[in-house]
């Protein structure tokens, strides 16, 4: 046995113009036109061919079968012109006039005094060559038999025509077709592969172009052709598809940075806590500083927390599994647990959404109400109200306060991630701008709704619409 060599590349090299994976997509069109192309032609033509061919036998045929019906006129009681007529409209049209057992009333005069050269048997259209024929008619002939009773006695009536240059056309026809269909199939590759090119040139470009994007700088663009094609929708949606990257990696960018921030801030806070103590570790007020350790480590215990529901909400896994939830028992929870000694809440809940139920995550809507509650407690200055109210197919509740409001042009940019408004609405809280952030994200996953208003009280009002369980999405 004989073992077979193959080249073998080491991992990652391939030799130039080294392509595993086949042809190009302008070779494949090319060779799958050309030949499509190549094909459909030659079936036409020989379609037509066809066609033009039957077309010249029927005429053929009429033509002798016309020839019959002239040489039957042509018999006066019963007596034949000797030799007969010749074709008004083929000259090189030959006849003979046979009787029932076979014998030669009358021919034309190349056919004078030979026996049949044909006999047309009996029930048949379709008369049969005889041996007379042999060196006189010649093999390719049209023939035709018709069937007469002239003076009283039948007869048979043969007329034929040679066809030879039919079978020479057939003969030069194959030899041209035989000779065209490599012509025809380098001219429609060739035009096939112009046209393939010009149309994949905006595409060549589009690949230029994508191959110089990086993760790095997702601010270029693709090339787009301006047209209304495939083409010009390909670039178009990866231009959208770049500007959505583009956005998606500034706010992870954002995000990485500011996370990194906050998370610098309390440990850095506690590290610089406990260098002091033991910089003077006989001076120093340990309990005083285990405290100030407590509070920074659960500041950062809070962050922790909040980044990883944000990361729940990244992957698309709040709201499992999911229960039947009472708004009302989750509204209740949420503000009784919500710490304002110097702040009236008043909750309000309309008795028509008493048997009312959310389809969720209780603890994931309970962090909700409580994230927008703790946001209104922590700018009001004397009250907060929270109102819920049924509207059909959804429960509406609302969150007011009297503090200094959100302006408009923050209506939305307050649910980005760690967005902090001015002095005005922070008060040097420490928060980390994530608790709308997270309480829009478990709206969304409850098929819900949260937008920001101006509260009839001066402050800032927020508005959280979640489908009941027994609908779809609201309103």
């Known amino acids: 046995m004989t ?56 005429t053929i045929d009429g033509q002798l079968r016309t020839y019959a019906t002239q040489i039957a006129q042509s018999a006066h009681n019963g007596t034949w012109p000797a030799p007969l007529p010749r074709s008004s409209l083929d000259p090189n049209a030959q006849a003979q006039v046979i009787t029932a057992d076979g014998r030669v009333l009358a021919a034309t005069r190349t056919l004078a005094g030979l026996p049949a050269v044909y006999r047309l048997p009996a029930n048949s259209a379709t008369p049969v060559r005889q041996k007379a024929a042999d060196g006189v008619i010649p093999d390719e002939v049209g023939v035709i038999g018709l069937r007469a009773t002239v003076g009283g006695r039948p007869v048979t009536i043969i ?64 090339p787009e052709p301006g047209t209304a094609d495939e083409i010009g929708h390909l670039a178009h949606t990866m231009n959208d598809m770049l500007a959505r990257l583009e956005d998606a990696a500034r706010r992870q960018r954002r995000f990485v940075a500011d996370a990194s921030h906050e998370l610098r801030s309390p440990l850095a806070a506690i590290r610089t806590t406990l260098e002091i103590g033991l910089a003077y570790p006989d001076r120093a007020l340990w309990p005083v500083i285990a405290d100030r350790a407590v509070q920074q480590s659960a500041r950062l215990e809070d962050l922790i927390q909040q980044l990883l529901v944000l990361a729940k909400a990244d992957e698309r896994k709040l709201t499992a599994p999911r229960h039947q939830v009472d708004i009302g028992t989750v509204l209740n929870t949420a503000s009784s647990s919500t710490v304002a000694p110097h702040l009236d809440i008043d909750l309000d809940i309309d008795l028509d959404i008493a048997p009312g139920t959310a389809s969720g995550n209780a603890g994931d809507l309970e962090r909700l109400f409580r994230n927008v509650i703790e946001n209104a407690v922590r700018y009001a200055r004397s009250r907060v109200r929270i109102t819920a109210t049924s509207t059909g197919d959804a429960v509406r509740v609302e969150v007011d306060d009297d503090g200094p409001g959100i302006p408009a042009a923050d209506h939305d940019r307050v649910f980005d991630r760690f967005v902090r408004l001015d002095s005005s609405r922070e008060r040097g ?4 701008g994530l608790g709308l952030a997270i309480a829009r994200e478990i709206a969304l996953a409850h098929r819900g709704h949260i937008a920001i208003a101006d509260s009839p009280s001066g402050g800032a009002r927020v508005i959280i619409i979640l489908p009941l369980a027994t609908t779809g999405a609201p309103p």
Request: hydrophobic residues 50%.
């Open 159 to 222: 007329t034929s025509t040679p066809t030879g240059l039919l079978g020479q056309v057939n003969a030069e026809f194959a030899r041209h077709l035989l000779i065209g269909i490599p012509v025809i199939l380098v001219l429609a590759a060739a035009a096939v592969w112009l046209v393939v090119g010009r149309a994949l040139r905006p595409v060549e470009r589009i690949r230029h172009a994508v191959t110089d994007i990086t993760s790095a700088d997702l601010s270029q663009r693709v």
């Open 429 to 432: 809280s420490g928060t980390t």
């Open 3 to 58: 073992a077979r060599w193959s080249p073998r590349f080491p991992r990652g090299f391939r030799p130039r113009g080294f392509r595993p994976r086949g042809y190009t997509l302008r070779t494949r069109v090319t060779v799958v036109a050309g030949l499509g192309i190549t094909a459909a032609v030659v079936l036409g033509l020989l379609l037509m061919y066809l066609l033009q061919m039957g077309a010249v036998r029927r």
